[in-house]
C-alpha cells in the first residue's frame, strides 16, 4: 500500500500538481502508531493507503472483518490519531467539521478516492462499515 501512496505523489507533480514530496517517512510513522495501537495477537491491522496533505493525514484500514479510517494531525513534529471513522472521513465537510484546513481537505479527499481506486471493493466495503465517529480520547488504551 505505502507504494501506491508514493507513486501517487511522484505521479502528481509529473502531471503538473503539487511538488512530489516524501511522504514516505510520514506514512511510516502513522502506520507504526497504528499497529502499536491496535494490533492484536490473533488480528493484525492492515493499514493502508494512508494520504498526506500537510499537517493531516487519512489513513484507511482494516481488521478481520472490521475497518474504517483514521484522521491523524501533526503535533509538535508526530502524528497523533484524532479520530476514526468510515466514509465520512472521504468528505470535505467532515474533515473541515474536525479542523483540516480547506485546502488540505480538498487534497485528501481527491488523493484517497485516487488510491482507493487500487483497493479491493470487499476491502472498501469493510471500511465503509464503520458507522459514527470515535474520538482518539473514546478509545481504549491498549493493555
Not at 512530489?20 to 507504526?32: F, G, L, R, S
Not at 478481520?64 to 484524532?82: I, S
Request: with cysteine.
Amino acid at each position: 500500500m505505502r507504494r501506491v501512496v508514493i507513486v501517487l505523489a511522484f505521479a502528481l507533480a509529473a502531471c503538473g500538481g503539487k511538488p512530489a514530496v516524501d511522504i514516505a517517512p510520514d506514512v511510516a510513522a502513522i502506520e507504526a502508531q497504528m499497529h502499536a495501537r491496535f494490533d492484536r495477537p490473533d488480528a493484525r491491522l492492515d493499514a493502508g493507503p494512508v494520504v498526506v496533505s500537510g499537517d493531516h493525514a487519512v489513513a484507511d484500514w482494516t481488521q478481520g472483518p472490521m475497518g474504517g479510517r483514521a484522521l491523524f494531525e501533526r503535533r509538535e513534529g508526530k502524528w497523533a490519531l484524532v479520530l476514526c471513522s468510515g466514509d465520512a472521513l472521504k468528505q470535505i465537510d467532515r474533515l473541515k467539521q474536525a479542523r483540516v484546513p480547506d485546502a488540505d481537505a480538498e487534497a485528501i479527499v481527491r488523493e484517497l478516492g485516487d488510491a482507493e481506486k487500487h483497493v479491493q471493493a470487499e476491502r472498501l466495503a469493510r471500511m465503509r462499515s464503520f458507522t459514527g465517529t470515535v474520538t482518539a480520547d473514546q478509545m481504549p488504551a491498549r493493555s
